[in-house]
C-alpha cells in the first residue's frame, strides 16, 4: 500500500455530484486521516435536539445553535465534542487535532474545561472511511479537500457553511458556491 498523506484537520466538501444523501453538500471535518482509514463529523447537520438534553452540564458550553449536530451516519448513539480552544496548551481533557481544533473527553468534568473553551459543538455520530475508501471517492470527485479554519467548528449559520466555505476559496471553487440546490428547476 502506498503511503497516505494525512488530511487530518482539513474539510471535505461534497461536490454537487456526490449522489449519497448522507452527505448532499456536506462540509466533513477531518478527525483522523491515516493508512488505517479516515473518521470525521458533518459541521452543518444540526439536529432539534438540545445538548442539555442529553449531555448534563455541557449545554452552557456548547456554542449557537446548542444544539447536538448529526456528525456522520455512523454510531449515531455515540457522542463527539470538538472544541476550539486558543493558545498553545490546551486543557486536561482536550486533544488537539490540528491548530486550535481538538476533541473533548465527554467523560471529563465539564468544568474543568469550561475557562479555556473557545467554542465547542456535540456531535451524534461520524462519517467514517476504511483502509483506501475516501481516497477512492476523492478519486471519483465526490469531494473537494480545503484548509478548514477554527471558526467553521462553531459556525452560527450551519446550514450555509456549503456556500461559505466555497464562496472563501480563491479558485474556481468559488463559483461552485453558486451551484442551485435543484439545478433541473434551472
Known amino acids: 500500500m502506498t503511503e497516505v498523506s494525512?488530511?487530518?484537520g482539513r474539510l471535505l466538501v461534497a461536490t454537487p455530484a456526490l449522489s449519497d444523501p448522507n452527505f448532499d453538500r456536506a462540509v466533513v471535518l477531518l478527525l483522523d486521516h491515516d493508512?488505517?482509514?479516515?473518521?470525521?463529523?458533518?459541521?452543518?447537520?444540526?439536529?432539534?435536539?438540545?445538548?442539555?438534553?442529553?449531555l448534563e452540564g455541557w449545554g452552557d458550553l456548547?456554542?449557537?445553535p446548542g444544539v447536538v449536530f448529526q456528525g456522520g451516519p455512523v454510531s449515531l448513539d455515540?457522542?463527539?465534542g470538538v472544541?476550539?480552544?486558543p493558545g498553545e496548551e490546551g486543557p486536561l481533557g482536550w486533544r488537539r487535532v490540528h491548530g486550535a481544533i481538538g476533541l473533548v473527553d465527554l467523560e471529563a468534568p465539564p468544568e474543568l474545561l469550561a475557562s479555556a473553551l473557545g467554542s465547542l459543538r456535540i456531535f451524534a455520530g461520524y462519517a467514517g472511511w476504511g483502509p483506501g475508501q475516501l481516497e477512492d471517492e476523492l478519486v471519483e470527485g465526490a469531494w473537494y479537500v480545503v484548509e478548514s479554519e477554527p471558526g467553521d467548528v462553531s459556525s452560527p449559520d450551519p446550514e450555509r457553511l456549503w456556500r461559505a466555505v466555497l464562496r472563501r476559496q480563491r479558485s474556481e471553487l468559488a463559483m461552485v458556491a453558486t451551484y442551485p440546490d435543484d439545478p433541473s428547476l434551472n
Not at 493508512?35 to 442529553?54: F, H, Q
Open 78 to 80: 455515540s457522542a463527539l
Open 35 to 54: 493508512e488505517e482509514g479516515s473518521l470525521g463529523v458533518v459541521l452543518n447537520r444540526p439536529t432539534p435536539v438540545d445538548v442539555a438534553d442529553i
Open 83 to 85: 472544541a476550539v480552544i
Open 62 to 64: 456548547a456554542g449557537t
Open 6 to 8: 494525512s488530511l487530518t
